[in-house]
């Protein structure tokens, strides 16, 4: 069985920093494809930030220069690093994997709440 986790959301003020975590545990032999998505109340969830298979990335306009995606493939884990955050980044995050497992799943992660205040 494989599960996902992600930790490191929380409250922080504008201008401050963040960095999640997806980790994925249980028969893993690698990830793959990551995708970061957020959520906002009332909004439809988007997508914020992609690495591909071959390691190209991806970043909504609303997070460039602002947000670096990236994994490390010895840990099983992908990370989003958040800078310069602001009140819209206000949201649920959710990661989604590529996952190496007996096949290959795309797996979600719970979420994970930030929070950013002005």
């Known amino acids: 069985q494989v599960q996902l986790v992600e930790s490191g959301g929380g409250l922080v003020q504008a201008g401050g920093s963040l960095r999640l975590s997806c980790a994925a545990s249980?028969?893993?032999?690698?990830?793959?494809?990551v995708g970061w998505y957020r959520q906002a109340p009332g909004l439809q969830r988007e997508l914020v930030a992609t690495?591909?298979?071959?390691?190209?990335?991806d970043y909504a306009d609303s997070v460039k220069g602002r947000f670096t995606i990236s994994r490390d493939n010895a840990k099983n884990t992908a990370y989003l690093q958040m800078n310069s955050l602001k009140p819209e980044d206000t949201a649920v995050y959710y990661c989604?994997?590529?996952?190496?497992?007996?096949?290959?799943?795309?797996?979600w992660g719970q979420g994970t709440l930030v929070t950013v205040s002005s």
């Open positions: 989604k994997l590529g996952v190496l497992t007996s096949g290959y799943l795309e797996l």
């Open positions: 690495i591909r298979g071959g390691g190209s990335t």
């Open positions: 249980g028969r893993v032999f690698g990830i793959n494809a």
